[in-house]
């Protein structure tokens, strides 16, 4: 391994572009030397704009460049078990965006591709380094609020995605209650045993036609006894939701949602605040730089990764779960799936 890790990147679309500007300009010790997008022209574009050295409309000369040590996998999501698969058979070290794929079993197969080739491996779950939701997985591991006995998180999305997207995403689930799976387990610091689900369609009819609902609570029952409930919806009108909070034997602790700024305005009607901040882009803007400094510390420096293979699986697991107690209107074990 070089001073730096030498950084290629697989997709060039919103998160492809972003990642590629944190790592030219806030990380230090990685070097992105490549960028390829099956739409050669993004790719073109984010180079220019980025000084990144190459850019492919194909992912081959990227994965077959020896100088290049790391991945960051950052496609459609269809592509990516097998770009992860080819990226470690050229023994390169991956940062996969989530979901690894929708199917199990092919999970199983690119996580037994990984181990076999002896690369290092890390899925983009970016949640877990928000400052909020870090501090209440600190304080919880901690004891601050005694034996946690009740878990509930808010997100809320301002606005549903493209009817397209929902068709090729997995469902709500799989492309957005995922993170919130991830972060059940992450704050509570125990697995789930069992998830049941009530959802349906209230945002829009489109959604539903596609196959997919866009408002839902899920309950969770955790391997310790505790329980959660998750809510989730397509669309809230006053922006971004995304709130946490952790009940135990000896207190409580909660987040609230990140402002633009902390004033107020009271008058003779009214106290008002500016609506959260609007979406992932700038909610958790922060979040994604100290993914990728955890991620490339680890590829230079060794130790664990953040968010492993498993963790990954175990997300996609929990939405098999739900997909199945929604369909079934009944509660389902994780040992179902």
Not at 112 to 127: D, H, L, P, Q, W
């Amino acid at each position: 391994m070089t001073e730096n890790a030498k950084v290629g990147i697989i997709g060039a679309g919103r998160i492809g572009s972003l990642h590629a500007e944190h790592l030219v300009t806030r990380i230090p010790r990685a070097d992105v030397v490549a960028i390829s997008d099956v739409r050669k022209e993004v790719a073109e574009s984010c180079a220019a704009r980025l000084s990144i050295p190459e850019a492919f409309g194909n992912p081959a000369p990227l994965l077959q460049d020896p100088d290049i040590d790391v991945v960051l996998i950052c496609s459609s999501t269809n592509t990516h078990a097998a770009l992860v698969e080819a990226a470690a058979a050229a023994g390169k070290h991956i940062f996969c965006e989530k979901p690894i794929d929708l199917d199990l079993a092919r999970v199983d197969r690119v996580l037994a591709a990984v181990e076999k080739a002896g690369v290092k491996f890390m899925v983009g779950f970016n949640r877990r380094f928000d400052h909020n939701f870090r501090r209440v997985r600190d304080l919880v591991a901690a004891g601050a609020i005694g034996t946690p006995q009740i878990l509930h998180i808010i997100s809320r999305d301002p606005a549903p995605p493209p009817i397209e997207y929902v068709k090729v995403s997995g469902g709500i689930f799989l492309d957005m209650t995922i993170h919130d799976f991830d972060m059940a387990r992450y704050l509570m610091g125990c697995e789930v045993e069992e998830v049941y689900v009530a959802g349906g369609v209230m945002v829009d009819p489109a959604i539903g036609e596609a196959g997919d609902i866009d408002t839902t609570v899920i309950m969770l029952r955790f391997e310790n006894g505790a329980i959660g409930t998750i809510d989730n919806s397509r669309r809230a009108v006053y922006g971004y939701d995304q709130r946490v909070e952790i009940f135990g034997s000896g207190g409580v602790v909660r987040t609230e949602n990140d402002f633009p700024n902390t004033a107020s305005v009271s008058d003779g009607q009214s106290i008002h605040t500016d609506l959260p901040l609007n979406f992932f882009m700038d909610r958790y803007t922060e979040s994604y730089v100290m993914e990728l400094q955890a991620f490339i510390d680890y590829v230079l420096g060794g130790g664990e990764p953040s968010a492993t293979g498993q963790d990954g699986r175990m997300a996609i697991a929990m939405g098999y779960a739900a997909r199945k107690s929604y369909a079934e209107h009944r509660p389902v074990a994780l040992t179902e799936v």
